[in-house]
């Protein structure tokens, strides 16, 4: 497994926006994916957005479609997660999660980050 380091997070207004970011140390990458779950308290843990680092493909929950946006930086070995347009039913632990093939399927995912929440008040 591959360390995941995320950034970001914290307590917004609705309508506000807040942007998070997964740092890798990964070597190579191939069909390696990243991408962010979220997981609300009594919920499961649920797709939110990915990326394919090689092409740049990227698929979306519908519930974020628009307000969303997902990206990488070659350089830095950085995913970023720009988040706009807010709502309270955003509010979730989010989670950074790396595998080898681009999908909205948790299991598919082998590398984990701790986790960083956000919290959009009404």
């Known amino acids: 497994q591959v360390p995941l380091v995320e950034s970001g997070g914290g307590l917004v207004q609705a309508g506000g926006s807040l942007r998070l970011s997964c740092a890798t140390s990964r070597r190579s990458f191939g069909t390696y994916a990243l991408g962010w779950f979220r997981q609300a308290p009594g919920e499961e843990r649920e797709f939110v957005a990915a990326i394919r680092w090689r092409d740049g493909t990227t698929i979306y929950a519908d519930s974020v479609k628009g307000r969303f946006k997902i990206s990488r930086d070659y350089a830095s070995k950085t995913m970023s997660l720009q988040m706009n347009s807010l709502k309270p039913e955003d509010t979730a632990m989010y989670y950074c999660?790396?595998?080898?093939?681009?999908?909205?399927?948790?299991?598919?995912?082998?590398?984990w980050g701790q986790g960083t929440q956000v919290t959009v008040s009404s």
């Open positions: 999660a790396g595998g080898m093939q681009l999908t909205a399927a948790p299991a598919n995912y082998d590398d």
